[in-house]
């Protein structure tokens, strides 16, 4: 009953699945790891099978199943080659670079007839953002009318350009408020700080909730995600995201930590049972590839209205039946 | 040295006023109650002097200053019958009905030549704003970029129209943001919930910083007003309004107040002791006159683009010299 | 109506009672300072009356009523002073520096046949001690078995003996205690760190309650009081003292005080406006000559216990008539 | 390298020991369950095999680790048995019902010469203590003088007599006290409320800190553990249990647990898994024999300290160096 496992990549994700797999993760070997450098792909591998050619180890017969932590421009590529392969995969997101890619990982699937893709939006396995979904699902705070979101970074990446805050960073709201209130997005706007960071994003739903995001990329003083549901009776939050006070040198409180590893190292392990499981007994698990999708879509246009700075109404495909 | 003052008015903020005066406020003496209802009025005043007509209270000899909280509608002409007395003035926010109105007072004030009017927009006086002003003013944040408000009230009153949202509530996170911020609004949107609660209402100011405001007349829980100031290097905002902690039946935590009063007994309660003492050695404290008239005038332009839900440019008079 | 009030001492409480008195009493005029340093009591004086003489303040006829903030040791004989010239007292604590001396406070004030003195325990004013007590004898909690009490201080002045720590911090956990339970305490018994600080000392009333208190001289953080009141239906304890909250360099908090003042500066503001209304409209209020007496004979057995380490039935006097 | 796991007993932790093998613990397999009651065993067991008798299990050769969760009387027994059959074990605390017998589980493993037994005082993998620890071992909070726990249930179940709040509850303070201060108890002293509940129990360790434990069985509200550990820079405390907090019907906080197997569902995990790792790859992990030894030890001497009320010199055996 154990299933054979092998992740392509190996920074820091991939790391951290080959990680989860061989130490908190029940019923999974991992079997296999690929990475284009040889050489760091034995080191990494240990007793399992070393590879440098992605397709190789999809094809492998001992993988039977398969976590893509390439760089993102790959996600679409090799999924497709999972999909073809008849094996179930946890990509990491985004699914694709352009909602076009992505859209054709969906009809791939459709026509392979079933569900094999799982994207690593790996929120929906946050402790707090699954007690936040049962709380308004269990009915605690009435009807949703509003959700404040907010996600900051301490300090963004060299290589990142205005849009990623969107494309790579806003794409977890993106999911995450689709999820939380089983509602689809239908109009963005943008409002932008003086050097366009930080954001603070508005949607809309089909259900006339109000989705506010802010986005700040360089927030210095830590990793901080934050989000509060407002209903009709109430509201759920999350709680500081810490297990200790500290007092010391005049102060009373917790850290920060640096970046988001940290902050949901928790939902990245449930989220690897989950899916393992999924992988033997079923059904499907996590975020969708029509879920990829419309994040990388809505991201899209996102980055459209932050030119334009006007409501926009979002212009999206239509589900296929596989994923209702 | 101590200052004769009279109240007009004798509802909830009138009798608190009276309150305030006779059991917390220094070098002030209660001279004067009116109140239509002349046994109100001398129910009210104990052995000061009781007015049923304001005018004649105003002109009394032993009133040296009034304290306005009669009828909205009754502001504006009270305040203009203190500016042509030449007694200082506290009167309860909103200084008018409508701005064009507020803008009379302000002229008024601007042609008697020296400030005597302060607008009850108390939240200035609130410990937790104080704080989060000093934190920002003392560099311990960085220049602010964005300003999260949350106005909540348990349950809008029956005679609340929609409007109400803005003119009545509202007005105080448009006082306040301007106040915090040291800046000026120049853009206002409005995005709506299903039946026109909640409102999220974003503004810009003329440093290119987004304030952003939630104002939820029926949140059903309680009334909660919070704020958070981002900075580019840090955040500062409220703590949770309460003295303890209680865990009871399963439950650990604080209560909520149903209305204001208690959430801002302080901050009432420093400003007449500020106003009191500018009375009598100056110079003047809390909202202006055309602080009063921004208020107002923003709210209207506020309640205009509610209909329109587009960004609008705020159109607004030019700051007289007096207020510089 | 304006009750003239006299201040002896101006040092830091000294001081502090001056600028209350001006400036955030209601019906409180300062009359006179005393200092034996004349130049420091006209500079504080003002327009008020200076004097070196202590004894002459408390006898000069505008003098309707005294504050007592001079040094420790001269608390007992000027109380003695007012309680002759039939003048309410506000004396700060300790009423007397041993519990003798205190006792004949409490007997000259009862040979006087009316209560004049009001000890200045102004933790019994504080809100949120306030607020406990209220939880506590509304019902709240029910019946209360325990009490846990800290009191740290950042660092022990130089001049701290050991059993200062009891004599000059603790009494104000005992007189709080006895408040909070209306409870009397019968044993006592402490525990000693290396280096004799912290203590932790543990209580326990006539009604079988446990009072535990940590008393941390050095404790190296900051000023931090905290009491969790523990009941058979539930728990009421101290929010954490602050209006705001902070994200900065990696931190999520609040800043502590590096000594009492900020922490009780409500509390020394609500004891004053009490104290003074009660002057003048009665009845007395806050820690009377008895409770005082208790807070320092206590202290001094504790002393004692802290010798033996064992666990030591306290000797009382019996409480007079005029205190029940 | 999967380790085969035999679970002995199938109530509440033996359950959940079942479940943490199937559904999170990687590199286990569970291959057999014993319950007296052969269709409970069987139901449990799924397709792993069914044993009604625990020493057919211990002996079977698919066993290669046995996880102990049957009733307490049978701890000591069954453990003496794994280590007759040289297998790892982990065993629900208490290890005996006696210091006696405990001993005889301590010797037995000495004369087998090496570490087979753990005791599942799983507070030591719980996130919070863990981080406790990790501050006071890196020095955040300088050298440590004083521990403050709080132990509370919501209800004492019938069953329960006065010694079984220290025999059942307060040995897991005796565990995690030793273990988050890296010292031994020297001294226990017990104060009792009316009822004998809640019992204050203070012990002193070998190292002069303090250790303060309120032990309440039926505190009414919830399931409720906490520690604060005191050092001479700092303090560092567990925050509050929740990854929400939710506004309602005037009310803000968060739900308690009504027992402990939610606020320890983590710890539970992490000890699995730790313990499977460590059967494999070793170290040994956990709490020892010996450290189970002295739970228990102390636990009977409070029990007799509690009678008497005295400050009491506890006496321990001399740990053999197997456990150094």
């Known amino acids: 009953m154990t299933l054979g496992v092998g992740v392509i990549g190996t920074g820091v994700m991939g790391a951290e699945h080959v990680r989860l797999l061989r130490e908190e993760t029940a019923g999974a070997a991992l079997v296999a790891v690929c990475d284009a450098d040889a050489a760091r792909a034995t080191a990494v591998a240990g007793d399992a099978a070393a590879f440098t050619d992605p397709l190789a180890l999809i094809a492998d017969d001992g993988v039977q199943a398969v976590v893509i932590a390439s760089p993102d421009a790959t996600h679409a590529g090799l999924t497709l080659a999972c999909i073809a392969a008849g094996k179930p995969v946890l990509c990491e997101k985004p699914l694709a670079p352009s909602a076009d890619e992505a859209l054709r990982v969906v009809e791939a699937e459709v026509a392979a007839g079933r569900r094999l893709v799982t994207v690593g939006y790996m929120r929906r396995f946050d402790p707090a953002y699954a007690a936040m979904k049962q709380a308004l699902d269990g009915g605690a705070i009435g009807a949703a009318v509003l959700l404040h979101n907010i996600h900051r970074n301490a300090a963004a990446p060299d290589w990142f350009t205005g849009a990623m805050a969107v494309t790579n960073s806003f794409v977890?709201?993106?999911?995450?408020?689709?999820?939380?209130?089983?509602?689809?997005m239908t109009t963005v706007q943008v409002h932008a700080a003086p050097g366009g960071d930080p954001l603070l994003i508005t949607m809309e739903t089909d259900a006339g909730q109000i989705v506010s995001t802010e986005v700040f990329m360089n927030a210095a003083y830590g990793y901080h995600v934050h989000a509060q549901l407002?209903?009709?009776?109430?509201?759920?939050?999350?709680?500081?995201?810490?297990?200790?006070?500290?007092?010391?040198?005049?102060?009373?409180?917790?850290?920060?930590?640096?970046?988001?590893?940290?902050?949901?190292?928790?939902?990245?392990?449930?989220?690897?049972?989950?899916?393992?499981?999924?992988?033997?007994?079923?059904?499907?698990?996590?975020?969708?590839?029509?879920?990829?999708?419309?994040?990388?879509?809505?991201?899209?246009?996102?980055?459209?209205?932050?030119?334009?700075?006007?409501?926009?109404?979002?212009s999206l495909a239509t589900p296929p039946d596989l994923y209702r």
Chains 1, 2, 3, 4 share one sequence.
């Open 230 to 314: 407002v209903g009709r009776d109430g509201t759920v939050e999350m709680a500081p995201p810490t297990t200790t006070l500290t007092n010391r040198a005049l102060h009373h409180g917790h850290q920060w930590p640096e970046n988001w590893v940290p902050r949901f190292r928790d939902a990245y392990r449930i989220q690897m049972n989950a899916w393992v499981r999924s992988c033997t007994v079923g059904p499907p698990v996590g975020a969708s590839a029509w879920d990829g999708y419309l994040a990388t879509a809505i991201a899209e246009q996102v980055v459209a209205a932050l030119a334009t700075g006007a409501r926009t109404a979002l």
């Open 172 to 184: 977890h709201e993106i999911d995450i408020s689709r999820w939380l209130l089983s509602a689809e």
